[in-house]
């Protein structure tokens, strides 16, 4: 198996995967210049936490370096490295650096700079196998990595963290460790702004866990007055932040000082997040993740970005330690698991196929999509196109000079890409999406998503490779994954019964799916034709 290292200045966190599936992660708070001689120990301890065996492949990514006990990264990195053989002598040992390749620890102590704080570009680089076109935003304890992916290629501006700084890809802002005198210079105090005290009377963790989106146990690191981490301790501290204290600050007070500070974090992730989007006006769409997700996604939004969160693809453990999940997942060579692995259910969610045949009758097609668009505001629903002409063209091919039938299968499938193209263009608030992940997030959106199947289809490659399986096929299949209520075939004029749809259907379609075939012009009017009864062969 292979076990994934991200090991920072004062978190470490561990994770174990298998062909692709998180099998166990860990985080533990860890000063390291407290306690540097204890790092070995803490990895061991991790280790077993997680159930390493001696066999199992390392693969570490580090921040550690930055640490104030170290005169250079050069001198960091190779403490981190020497705990890491301490801990694990036998094992084999990857360092992943910022350009995204592995090197051995050997070639690490060589060329520090290239593996130094390097844990971004694992998460980034994972990210982009699953979404071609996006910005990740993971927003950590101390820091806000915001990385573009442009085609399924991370182009970051910026590799050290300078660089990083003056591109805005990386941002000194986090939920729990950033000092609330870093966020800002004035908070509200009976109707007027007050300057906000620089005498590190508390954090971001303060804000957000009185605010409700941290819980205690999130609280990782010790609180500058000594005292526990609770609501209560919480609002002292903030109280503390203007120079005042509970009896001159009541409830509501705090309250307006904590959604100040949260609001002018959002505001300033929100102006990288613009900044860094600026240089690539095709990219929609803002992976979130990191114990500050919840900054992260109020930031995209305010950008005027659909969110993903990554904890919906990933897990929720997982996302949360995810530069150690994406490392593991890098050197193993896979994809992670979860894209596709099913969707939450909801009783009402429909999927409607729209065949590509429709093109046909085009009067009707639009007629249909303004119909679909008045359902959308009312029912969950996700559209999959059909490949009609688009496809016609590849089985043209294929009867004319032959083609190898993996190739005649992805062909078609890009044809139903490029027909969910012309659908989201024709549709008011349609949104062309890849995977469950984005299809959530167009719906919370309150968009039509329309699936491009092909990314997530490539993926999972759950049907056999012949002209049996049709879009009707892949549009059950994909009912099934996304745990829909029903599946409409929207077909031309006259179609019905079981003999409209290909062999391979009645295998792709779940037992408890209702499946209704709808001529075009019916659509308007939302009587279908009875749904048919399916049988697996």
Partial sequence: ???????????????????????????????????????????????????????????????????????????????????????????????????????????????P?????????????????????????????????IIPISG??????????????????????????????????????????????AEGFALAGDVHLWRGDLAASDYSVAAPDGRPATREFAGERLARTICADRDLVDEAGITAIANALADAQVARIAAAVRQVAGRHPHIREAVVTGLGAFLGRGAAMAAGLDVVPLADELGADAARCAPAVCVALLLEGTQFRDVGRGFTPRHDLLVIKLGGSLLAHPEQLDAALATIGDMARRRALVIVPGGGPFADVVRDVDERIG???????????????QYAHLIAGRLAGGLVVANPGEIRSSLANQRVPVLAPSRWLKESDPLPHTWDVTSDSIG??????????????????????????????????????????????????????????????
Wanted: charge should be negative; include cysteine.
């Fill in 1 to 111: 198996m292979v076990i994934g290292w991200d090991i920072g200045g004062v978190n470490t966190k561990v994770a174990r995967v298998d062909g692709g599936r998180v099998l166990a992660v860990r985080g533990r708070p860890f000063e390291l210049q407290r306690a540097p001689g204890e790092l070995t120990s803490l990895l061991r301890g991790l280790a077993r936490d997680v159930g390493v065996e001696p066999d199992d492949r390392h693969a570490v990514t580090m921040t550690a370096e930055l640490s104030q006990m170290f005169r250079t990264k050069r001198e960091g990195v190779a403490c981190v490295l020497d705990a890491v053989d301490a801990a694990f002598p036998e094992s084999p040992v990857h360092v992943f650096t910022v350009r995204g390749e592995f090197l051995s620890p050997v070639d690490a102590r060589r060329d």
């Fill in 113 to 145: 700079l290239a593996v130094a704080a390097a844990n971004w570009a694992a998460t980034a680089h994972v990210v982009g196998r699953h979404h071609a076109d996006a910005l990740l935003v993971d927003v950590g304890t101390t820091t806000t990595d």
């Fill in 152 to 197: 399924g290629v991370v182009v970051a501006r910026g590799h050290a963290d300078p660089e990083r700084l003056a591109s805005g890809e990386l941002v000194y802002t986090g939920a729990l460790r950033t000092p609330v005198e870093a966020i800002a210079t004035h908070v509200p105090f009976r109707g007027a702004p007050a300057g906000v005290s």
């Fill in 403 to 417: 083609l190898p039938d993996d190739a005649a299968h992805w062909m078609a499938v890009l044809a139903m890409d």
């Fill in 476 to 537: 059950a299949w994909i009912a099934g994954q996304l745990a829909a209520q029903e599946l409409w075939l929207v077909k031309p004029p006259g179609a019905s019964g079981p003999s409209a749809v290909d062999p391979y259907f009645a295998t792709a379609c779940p037992p408890d799916l209702k499946v209704s075939i709808i001529p075009i012009g019916n659509l308007r009017q939302i009587h279908p034709a009875p749904a048919f009864t399916h049988q697996r062969p």
